[in-house]
């Protein structure tokens, strides 16, 4: 449930545009506020909204792949974004650090892409 809350809450801020609070949260992994910001223009240019509501936080928009054993250490995530098409080929990316997000209490995301699937 901490993953998908992590998750959601930067689809909350991409939705609101809020790319330098995103950039504080995932500067880390290489996901600066410009980085961010560039995203949000591509997504803007397909798309005219992106929804935060229920059915966008939906389980079913969330994949996890736990399989330790082919990537030790590490869970890969997607978090789909509903868009006003349903086309739902938009999304983030990222790992989660299962060693340091103990460490620290919560998911340690490292973003890899946020854009078309």
């Known amino acids: 449930m901490m993953v998908r809350n992590a998750l959601f809450r930067r689809v909350e801020l991409f939705a609101d545009e809020r790319d330098r609070i995103l950039g ?35 389980p079913k928009l ?9 990537h030790p250490g590490i869970w890969k995530v997607q978090q789909t974004f509903a868009d006003p098409e349903d ?5 983030i990316r990222a790992e989660v ?5 103990d460490d620290a209490g919560y998911p340690v995301l490292k973003i890899l892409s946020v854009g078309e699937f």
Request: no cysteine; charged share 35%.
């Open 97 to 101: 650090d299962l060693a340091a997000s």
């Open 62 to 70: 969330v994949q996890i792949d736990d399989n330790v054993r082919e």
């Open 87 to 91: 086309n739902f080929d938009w999304g």
């Open 24 to 58: 504080e949260l995932d500067e880390v992994s290489g996901w600066d506020a410009d980085a961010w910001a560039d995203a949000m223009d591509d997504y803007f240019d397909a798309y005219d909204d992106i929804y935060t509501d229920a059915e966008a936080r939906s």
